[in-house]
T-cell receptor, first 114, second 111 residues
Framework: EAGVAQSPRYKIIEKRQSVAFWCNPISGHATLYWYQQILGQGPKLLIQFQNNGVVDDSQLPKDRFSAERLKGVDSTLKIQPAKLEDSAVYLCASSLSRGSTEAFFGQGTRLTVV | KQEVTQIPAALSVPEGENLVLNCSFTDSAIYNLQWFRQDPGKGLTSLLLIQSSQREQTSGRLNASLDKSSGRSTLYIAASQPGDSATYLC??????????FGKGNQVVVIP
């Protein structure tokens, strides 16, 4: 079974530039999560999708971050414009459905804003 | 709001000693609890999943217990090895599939 795929693995951009991350969840997984993990901290949920609908985006800085999950499969997370404090690892995860199912994570995208 | 706390934040143990990592959560209405391992610069690897109806799960040298009523889980790693050096994260699954994490236990096993 293929895992959660993320790209790119690394990205370095200047502040005020824009950047996009891509995630392909495990086939058949209805729930998709985007997390932000700042160095030394636990992952913080940015947005959660159930199929192509948003379940929770309460911690997404909507003035600069956006995310979509067209057709309920792949997802993209965009930052525009980026700030220095956005430097972090962005993790994508998926799980089968609602209920007590296991979540699987991708390798993450390490973003450095200079 | 669900708060997940992991203590200690960091620890070092000599090779061969048993590791005990603690996770506590404030809201006992959880569906399951998952323990993950994270190597530097990498994503999260799932180690053990304990359903809310279970008391423990075991996989090789790893054993995780869950006490929902007291809001606690403990991860035991027997006979630690240098390869066990990593950060260990616990996460609880709540309603609407919300997955909340602690900050992690950073472990160093000294050869």
């Amino acid at each position: 079974e293929a895992g959660v795929a993320q790209s790119p693995r690394y990205k370095i951009i200047e502040k005020r530039q824009s950047v996009a991350f891509w995630c392909n969840p495990i086939s058949g997984h209805a729930t998709l999560y985007w997390y932000q993990q700042i160095l030394g901290q636990g992952p913080k949920l940015l947005i959660q999708f159930q199929n192509n609908g948003v379940v929770d985006d309460s911690q997404l800085p909507k003035d600069r971050f956006s995310a979509e999950r067209l057709k309920g499969v792949d997802s993209t997370l965009k930052i525009q414009p980026a700030k220095l404090e956005d430097s972090a690892v962005y993790l994508c995860a998926s799980s089968l459905s609602r209920g007590s199912t296991e979540a699987f994570f991708g390798q993450g995208t390490r973003l450095t804003v200079v | 709001k669900q708060e997940v706390t992991q203590i200690p934040a960091a620890l070092s143990v000599p090779e061969g000693e048993n590791l005990v990592l603690n996770c506590s959560f404030t809201d006992s209405a959880i569906y399951n609890l998952q323990w993950f391992r994270q190597d530097p610069g990498k994503g999260l690897t799932s180690l053990l999943l304990i359903q809310s109806s279970q008391r423990e799960q075991t996989s090789g040298r790893l054993n995780a217990s869950l006490d929902k009523s007291s809001g606690r889980s403990t991860l035991y790693i027997a006979a630690s090895q240098p390869g066990d050096s990593a950060t260990y994260l616990c996460a609880v699954l709540r309603g609407n599939n919300r997955l909340a994490f602690g900050k992690g236990n950073q472990v160093v096993v000294i050869p």
